[in-house]
């Protein structure tokens, strides 16, 4: 199976702050990433599909990058709702896989 | 509107078996792949299992390989997963989702514990 590393696994920031979230998958894995929002209780929410897609619905201060191995979650300017659990996941293979998650939490 | 409503999930002994359902609405089910998904307490997101529109292909987590099975009624727009010869270690919120390989809507969950 392919393995998503994401880093940090917490970060503490501000409201208007930027806020960046990295992911590793272990072998390349083209353009097949995706990114979710979890808040405590609810289901996920897709932010970000095919590595740079923004979902219809979803902020423009949410931003995606990257292929192969290397991808990386970008919020411009951190808003009081944004502060949640995200996950990356790998769309390569059929047994698809999460990385660990990164809880953005208030400073 | 999109929804996704699990149902069917509770307390079960280890070794027992419990089947969940997903009702799908506000979209044509059967042109959707379908996948499970869990998440154990205070744990991160597990992919368990996937099925196509038709229902002719399905995959699964090599963690319940050969104990649970996915299935799907699109006459009745229901999602199903069998799950038999439960263990602690499946206990979790047990999400459907929809579409194959990114999933745009997903259900609330429902709860699947295994405890004696």
């Known amino acids: 199976d392919i393995q998503m590393t994401q880093s940090p696994s917490s970060v503490s920031a501000s409201v208007g702050d930027r806020v960046t979230i990295t992911c590793r998958a272990s072998?390349?894995?083209?353009?097949?990433l995706a990114w979710y929002q979890q808040k405590p209780g609810k289901a996920p929410k897709l932010l970000i599909y095919a590595a740079s897609t923004l979902q219809s619905g979803v902020p423009s201060r949410f931003s995606g990058s990257g292929s192969g191995t290397d991808f990386t979650l970008t919020i411009s300017s951190l808003q009081p709702e944004d502060f949640a659990t995200y996950y990356c996941?790998?769309?390569?293979?059929?047994?698809?896989?999460f990385g660990g998650g990164t809880k953005v939490e208030i400073k | 509107e999109v929804q996704l409503v699990e149902s069917g999930g509770g307390l079960v002994q280890p070794g027992g078996s419990l089947r969940l359902s997903c009702a799908a609405s506000?979209?044509?089910?059967?042109?959707?792949?379908m996948n499970w998904v869990r998440q154990a307490p205070g744990k991160g997101l597990e992919w368990v299992s996937y099925i196509s529109s038709s229902g002719s292909t399905v995959y699964y987590a090599d963690s319940v390989k050969g104990r649970f099975t996915i299935s799907r009624d699109n006459a009745k727009n229901s999602l199903y997963l069998q799950m038999n010869s439960l263990r602690a270690e499946d206990t979790a919120v047990y999400y459907c989702?929809?579409?194959?390989?990114?999933?745009?809507?997903w259900g609330q969950g429902t709860l699947v514990t295994v405890s004696s």
């Open positions: 506000g979209f044509t089910f059967s042109s959707y792949e």
């Open positions: 996941q790998q769309a390569n293979s059929f047994s698809l896989t």
């Open positions: 989702a929809r579409s194959g390989s990114y999933y745009d809507y």
């Open positions: 072998q390349g894995i083209s353009s097949w």
